[in-house]
């Protein structure tokens, strides 16, 4: 998905326990971006990366938790804390490379449909 | 911080109807400005951008908005929709007007088009 790869297309997770969405780019963007999606609600931001090693909270961060050890890798954990998980995630980087990330728009990967079971 | 409205939550039409979505970007200044599309059941792809300039843009399949300053506006429209056009379409801009901040989206407007 224009090099923005998310996986899996489906997640389920049993109450209490952590699950782990992977977002991988090839584009080589330093920055990435996880955003929630349910019906009516939009996209919100949950966590944002400008740079590898370091992270921001959006505005929905609790009970989620992210890591960006390697430039093209930026995974989301579900903790058990997110009292309501089951939702849409998407990834996204920048479209272009630039110091103002909003310039270009974003490119999303194809997302991961939680639902808790 | 900025906001994006998006007042319209569902719009039903009839193919060859005119469409026009509303979405309202809170800063009248100079600004980038999104309009993206998620077809059931795909991620979300950029139908079009707002940089500078013309405030009139066009988009892919047909689309196009037009950027009035002076009423925060940047309204999507299509002459004529086709049931293929049935989707969610999100209004975006920056969190802090110009070109600066994350993108922030509306809630989205749904389409279904009527064969």
């Known amino acids: 998905d224009g090099g923005i790869t998310q996986s899996p297309k489906y997640l389920f997770r049993k109450e209490g326990q952590n699950v782990t969405l992977s977002c991988e780019q090839n584009l080589n963007h330093d920055a990435m971006y996880w955003y929630r999606q349910d019906p009516g609600q939009g996209l919100r931001l949950i966590y944002y990366?400008?740079?590898?090693?370091?992270?921001q909270k959006g505005d929905i961060a609790e009970g989620y938790s992210v890591s960006r050890e390697k430039k093209e890798s930026f995974p989301l954990t579900v903790t058990s804390a997110q009292k309501n998980p089951t939702a849409f995630y998407l990834c996204?980087?920048?479209?272009?490379?630039?110091?103002?990330?909003?310039?270009?728009?974003?490119?999303f990967g194809s997302g991961t449909r939680l639902t808790v079971v | 911080a900025q906001s994006v409205s998006q007042h319209n939550h569902h719009v039903i039409l009839s193919e060859a109807a005119s469409l026009e979505l509303g979405c309202n970007y809170s800063y009248g200044g100079t600004v980038n400005l999104f309009w993206y599309v998620q077809y059931p059941g795909q991620h979300l792809q950029l139908l079009l951008k707002y940089f500078s300039g013309d405030p009139l843009v066009k988009g892919i399949k047909g689309f196009e908005a037009e950027f009035i300053k002076s009423k925060f506006s940047f309204n999507l429209r299509k002459p004529s929709v086709q049931w293929s056009d049935t989707a969610e379409y999100f209004c975006a801009g920056p969190l802090y007007g110009g070109s600066q901040g994350n993108l922030i989206f509306g809630k989205g407007t749904k389409l279904s088009v009527k064969p």
């Open positions: 996204a980087t920048p479209s272009g490379q630039g110091a103002s990330t909003s310039n270009y728009g974003y490119t």
């Open positions: 990366s400008q740079i590898v090693n370091d992270f």
